[in-house]
T-cell receptor, first 112, second 113 residues
Framework: EAQVTQNPRYLITVTGKKLTVTCSQN?????MSWYRQDPGLGLRQIYY???????DKGDVPEGYKVSRKEKRNFPLILESPSPNQTSLYFC???????????FGQGTRLTVV | GQQVMQIPQYQHVQEGEDFTTYCNSS?????IQWYKQRPGGHPVFLIQ?????EVKKQKRLTFQFGEAKKNSSLHITATQTTDVGTYFC?????????????FGAGTILRVKS
C-alpha cells in the first residue's frame, strides 16, 4: 500500500530536549516536505527536499533541521524545541512537479 | 512570495444546504489542488485543476478554476454529515522554485443534521 509513515503520532516534550520526527514513504517520490498546521494559518511549509542530499528552506524553517540521506526518508529535527513549536506536523511526498501530495498521519507535538 | 487566501475560515450549515469555499492567489498559478482533512485526520487529495476556466465535478462537489488562473472555488451541493472537515486549496506556481505548493488557511465545514 502506498503510504507516508510518520512517527511518533503524539509527543510531549520539554523545552530544549532534542527530538526527531521520522518520515518514510514507499512510493519512490523525489519530492518530500514538512508542514506545520496551526489554527487559522493552514499548512505552512517548513523544509522541503527535491531529491537525495537536496534540501531547502520553506516558509517557516527557524528552529528546524532536516536531512535527506535516502530517497525514502526525510526526518525533521528540533535541536532545541520551544513552546512556540507546539503544533501538528505533517510530512508529505509527491513526484516532482505539480502532482498530488500524499500526507502522513501527522505528529502532534507539545513542548512544555 | 506567493500567497493564497481562502475564505470563509469557518462555515456551519444545516444538512442539505449548499457550501462554497473560495481561494485567491496573489500570483498566476500553473495549477490548483484541493484537499480535504477530516477531523483528526490528514489532508487527502481531492482534485487538480490545470486549465483556465476549468470546471470539474465529483458527485456533489464542483471545482472551478478562474479564467485568469488566480482564483478557484469548491462548491458542495446538498451537504451531508460526511462532508464535515477542513477543505484546503493549494496553488502551484511555475515561478516558484520546485513548483512549491502554497496552501490556503483552509475552510472548516460543520454540518448540522
Amino acid at each position: 500500500e502506498a503510504q507516508v509513515t510518520q512517527n511518533p503520532r503524539y509527543l510531549i516534550t520539554v523545552t530544549g530536549k532534542k527530538l526527531t520526527v521520522t518520515c518514510s514513504q514507499n512510493m519512490n517520490h523525489e519530492y518530500m516536505s514538512w508542514y506545520r498546521q496551526d489554527p487559522g494559518l493552514g499548512l505552512r511549509q517548513i523544509y522541503y527536499s527535491m531529491n537525495v542530499e537536496v534540501t531547502d528552506k520553506g516558509d517557516v524553517p527557524e528552529g528546524y533541521k532536516v536531512s535527506r540521506k535516502e530517497k525514502r526518508n526525510f526526518p525533521l529535527i528540533l535541536e532545541s524545541p520551544s513552546p512556540n513549536q507546539t503544533s501538528l506536523y505533517f510530512c508529505a511526498s509527491r513526484v516532482t512537479g505539480t502532482t498530488e501530495a500524499f500526507f502522513g498521519q501527522g505528529t502532534r507535538l507539545t513542548v512544555v | 512570495g506567493q500567497q493564497v487566501m481562502q475564505i470563509p475560515q469557518y462555515q456551519h450549515v444545516q444538512e442539505g444546504e449548499d457550501f462554497t469555499t473560495y481561494c485567491n492567489s496573489s500570483t498566476t498559478l500553473s495549477n490548483i489542488q484541493w484537499y480535504k482533512q477530516r477531523p483528526g485526520g490528514h489532508p487527502v487529495f481531492l482534485i487538480q485543476l490545470v486549465k483556465s476556466g476549468e470546471v470539474k465535478k465529483q458527485k456533489r462537489l464542483t471545482f472551478q478554476f478562474g479564467e485568469a488562473k488566480k482564483n478557484s472555488s469548491l462548491h458542495i451541493t446538498a451537504t451531508q454529515t460526511t462532508d464535515v472537515g477542513t477543505y484546503f486549496c493549494a496553488g502551484a506556481s511555475s515561478m516558484e522554485y520546485g513548483n512549491k505548493l502554497v496552501f490556503g488557511a483552509g475552510t472548516i465545514l460543520r454540518v448540522k443534521s
